[in-house]
């Protein structure tokens, strides 16, 4: 499975529960999240999509922790499932 299609799947789950997955670009930031998830709430998290068993470079895992220092989560998901598990998550909160 590509990581097109996870991040196809995560965008129209979250758009099933009234959410938005944004493409996340930040210029002059290499390395940052693939996608800021809004939900409904307002919780906002960062999601990095990969290719099943692919994991983050080092400048993304160095990124992911800038934002978690800041008190954001950041979300690795390499697959549907995870997506799922992401999804699950956070319709508990």
């Not at 670009?25 to 940052?32: E, F, L, Q």
């Not at 989560?73 to 598990?85: A, F, M, S």
Request: hydrophobic share 40%; glycine share 10%.
């Amino acid at each position: 499975m590509r990581e097109a299609a996870i991040e196809a799947y995560l965008r129209d789950r979250v758009k099933e529960l009234g959410g938005k997955a944004c493409k996340f670009v930040s210029p002059g930031n290499t390395g940052v999240p693939d996608r800021l998830v809004c939900l409904p709430g307002g919780r906002a998290v960062f999601v990095e999509l990969k290719a099943p068993g692919k994991q983050p470079t080092a400048l993304q895992r160095s990124q992911h922790k800038k934002l978690e220092s800041l008190g954001f989560e950041v979300w690795v998901i390499d697959r549907k499932e995870r997506v799922d598990q992401f999804i699950a998550e956070y319709m508990g909160r």
